[in-house]
């Protein structure tokens, strides 16, 4: 019995040790992602109270102070919307000497005294607004998030799968078409996905009544837009792999960036330029952004058209290298 045990237990790790590529992800990928934590969570360390500041101007007194998080802004309006919503505990602009508080913030309240303390003759100006939980404001990014992985994994697996039990190459000896194959996995995740979430989005507003100002049928199109990216992405990452060790290493290389950086649990407002900049290329962030903007503060599918734009940007170069890239048959013969 341990003999046969022990031929198993052997053959098994041959087999995954010789598998190059899946070694080389599992030992990078813990790497890559700890490379990743260190550059977005290397600043000074969490911050007690977030400040707008109308302007560029940070050479003043209170910027001096520590653990307050500044953040600038070009629009005053837009920094008023955050400061409506919680988003911010109290906005400054020192060069017309004046500021915007939340009577309803308790940080707010605080912030103000710290700013009275060094610009007592600053001018008050005050904003009413309801608050946006975290949870109203982490809901896109949790359903989003399961979203992307139920798009990688469930296209991931599947094609890499076909393609090593060779399933794919007896269908590639029917008539069916390449393009039929691929379109008919795209429409079945998307159904699927589309559908779930919705169950999941109805059933948990109708629990925790989720902030939401924006159209119901606008943040479902752009759920689905972003599911058809997520989808078109998992079908270049399977488009030739034969492993499904190595695709799985391929698809977490791919969702655990998206994950950390494309505003999932936290926003990445106030991080450094170049991480925000990186953000931006990934589908999950356009999807999220959009979403948030519709919900909490009612925009239109006009008003997120670069979102819109990026995700069918995305979904088209995706599903054109996934196209070019993709191979019938595997190793079985």
């Not at 052997?10 to 010789?18: G, H, I, L, P, S």
């Not at 629009?75 to 955050?82: E, H, S, V, W, Y």
């Not at 039990?165 to 429409?187: D, G, M, W, Y």
Request: charged share 15%; hydrophobic share 50%.
């Amino acid at each position: 019995m341990f003999k046969r045990f022990y031929a198993v237990f052997k053959a098994r790790n041959y087999e995954f040790f010789r598998d190059r590529a899946a070694l080389g992800w599992n030992v990078m990928f813990p790497v890559l992602l700890l490379v990743g934590f260190a550059f977005i969570f290397s600043g000074s360390g969490k911050t007690l109270y977030k400040i707008g500041i109308v302007g560029e101007d940070h050479q003043q007194v209170l910027t001096q102070i520590k653990h307050i998080e500044f953040v600038s802004y070009q629009d005053p309006a837009l920094a008023q919307n955050k400061l409506r919503q919680h988003k911010l505990d109290l906005l400054v602009d020192f060069n017309n000497q004046q500021y915007w508080v939340n009577q309803s913030s308790a940080n707010g309240y605080i912030a103000q005294k710290l700013l009275l303390s060094v610009e007592p003759h600053f001018e008050q100006q005050v904003i009413n607004g309801r608050e946006i939980r975290y949870l109203d404001w982490v809901v896109p990014g949790i359903l989003g998030m399961n979203m992307m992985f139920s798009c990688l994994f469930g296209i991931g697996y599947v094609i890499v799968r076909y393609r090593k039990n060779s399933v794919l190459k007896r269908l590639h000896a029917t008539p069916l078409r390449p393009i039929e194959f691929l379109t008919a996995q795209v429409c079945s995740r998307l159904f699927i996905v589309l559908t779930l979430s919705s169950v999941i989005f109805i059933g948990c507003d109708w629990m925790f009544d989720f902030y939401m100002v924006g159209s119901y049928i606008d943040l479902f199109i752009i759920a689905g837009l972003g599911a058809f990216s997520l989808i078109s992405l998992g079908l270049l990452v399977a488009a030739r792999s034969e492993s499904e060790e190595f695709t799985g290493g391929l698809l977490n290389l791919t969702s655990w960036p998206m994950m950390m950086l494309s505003g999932v649990w936290f926003s990445l407002e106030g991080s450094p330029e170049f991480i925000q900049h990186i953000a931006q290329v990934f589908p999950l962030t356009h999807l999220l952004e959009a979403a948030r903007e519709v919900m909490l503060e009612g925009a239109s599918l006009w008003q997120v058209k670069q979102h819109i734009l990026a995700l069918l940007f995305m979904s088209f170069a995706f599903l054109t290298l996934g196209s070019w890239l993709f191979r019938w048959q595997g190793q079985a013969r």
